[in-house]
């Protein structure tokens, strides 16, 4: 194999990266999130089309979570999360504040808002605070 050929191999684009492991559920929301200034390589700001190889550092903010990562392997496909966890490993004070947060959020009652239609009990909330003379019944 050749040196140019090895070295392409060992190199990807970000957002493909991004999308691969597992961090972005499309290339679309990597490439928004990239261009948001959600994600960092090596302490700067980057474009989607940034080449990536393993030892690069990276910092990805998705809400309030924030992951401190080094690229330790490319792969050109999305696999499942237990193959994409082992592209990349995050430092253990990332980890550990990340999981202290999550801890938090689930202690104070935060969960993620309900997407989609409302549920029957949802509905009749609705019905009760828009209509008074509904929930007198």
Not at 64 to 69: K, S, V, Y
Not at 110 to 129: A, S
Request: charged letters at 35%; zero cysteines; glycine letters at 8%.
């Amino acid at each position: 194999m050749s040196n140019a050929t090895e070295s392409a191999q060992s190199s990807l684009r970000l957002d493909k990266w991004l999308w691969a492991a597992r961090f972005f559920k499309t290339r679309q929301l990597a490439v928004e999130a990239i261009n948001g200034g959600k994600v960092h390589v090596e302490g700067q700001r980057a474009k989607p089309g940034r080449t990536i190889r393993p030892g690069t550092r990276l910092e990805i903010h998705k809400g309030a979570l924030i992951w401190e990562i080094e690229v330790v392997a490319i792969d050109r496909q999305r696999r499942g999360a237990t193959e994409a966890a082992r592209l990349y490993s995050e430092d253990e004070a990332s980890r550990l504040r990340r999981q202290a947060l999550v801890h938090e959020r689930r202690e104070r009652g935060e969960t993620q808002p309900r997407r989609g239609r409302p549920t029957k009990r949802d509905r009749r909330q609705i019905h009760r605070f828009t209509d008074p003379a509904h929930g007198q019944e």
